[in-house]
């Protein structure tokens, strides 16, 4: 199979590809004579491999670690199981996290509620204000997408 077939039916991007196969995650393909990229059809389970570690967390680093452990006949599962574990606490940590952080939200809001509106600082005095607990009021921040105008 040629890229085009091969991004067409795995749903990964050329350019993806290409960056794949410079990264060592997808080894060498075959070339024709006028250089196009020949890959056989394992490589679409090899995709399907790497969208799948992907969607749990693991970096292309760490991905290409496993798939070259595999190629040498080790087998890499106890450190993919450790790795999740990690990434497991890290995820609770980080929810415990933006709970704190949501309640501090939720309690300045319902001051800021009670408050009639003050013109009275340099820029917004509701955040001048603003009583920061443990230091600081944002331990959690939250980025989003502004609406566009």
Known sequence: MKIGEVSKLSGVGIPALRFYERSGLLGTPARTRSGYRVYRESILERLEFIKKAQTLGFSLDEIRSIIEENLHGKCPCAEV?????????????????????????????????????????????????????????????ITRKRKQN
């Open 81 to 141: 199981r450790e790795n999740v574990r990690e990434r497991l606490k890290e995820v609770d940590e980080h929810l415990r996290d933006l709970r704190r952080y949501r309640n501090e939200l939720a309690e300045t809001l319902a001051k800021w509620d009670e408050q009639e509106n003050d013109t009275g600082g340099e820029m917004c005095s509701l955040i001048e204000n603003s009583q920061i607990t443990n230091g600081q009021i944002l331990t959690a921040p």
